[in-house]
């Protein structure tokens, strides 16, 4: 017996469940983030839960200052079934992740300067 088979969803779904535009979802698709999505008899995409997840890893990357290239080299190796790849893309996401924290550290210190000048400006009015 087998089960039911996978939800599809149309892209106005997809991009209600992810967040990106379906501009983005086009371009991803386009450069190679988004491979092998499907299409319906009327040839209109269609994404599946696993493309959705594969968006959310997209999103955070994104969202975290990764490269568009290294963005698709990371995508070009988690399709590849060589175990070899592995060790890439750990090494990427260990650079990705270096870079992330030293942003981190920067934003804090740059905070930190802000809220002196809050309090700095608060000192002077108050009476």
Request: net charge neutral; glycine share 10%.
């Amino acid at each position: 017996m087998t089960g039911a088979p996978t939800p599809l969803l149309t892209p106005a779904e997809t991009v209600e469940r992810s967040g990106f535009s379906l501009d983005t979802l086009r371009y991803y698709e386009r450069i190679g983030l988004l491979a092998g999505v499907g299409r319906a008899a009327s040839g209109h995409r269609r994404f599946t839960e696993g493309d959705l997840q594969w968006l959310g890893v997209l999103r955070c990357l994104r969202d975290t200052g990764m490269p568009i290239a290294d963005m698709r080299r990371y995508a070009e190796l988690a399709r590849s079934d060589d175990p070899s790849s592995v060790q890439e893309r750990l090494d990427l996401l260990e650079r990705h992740q270096g870079a992330v924290r030293e942003r981190i550290a920067l934003l804090q210190a740059q905070e930190g300067h802000l809220a002196e000048k809050i309090g700095h400006y608060r000192t002077l009015l108050e009476p």
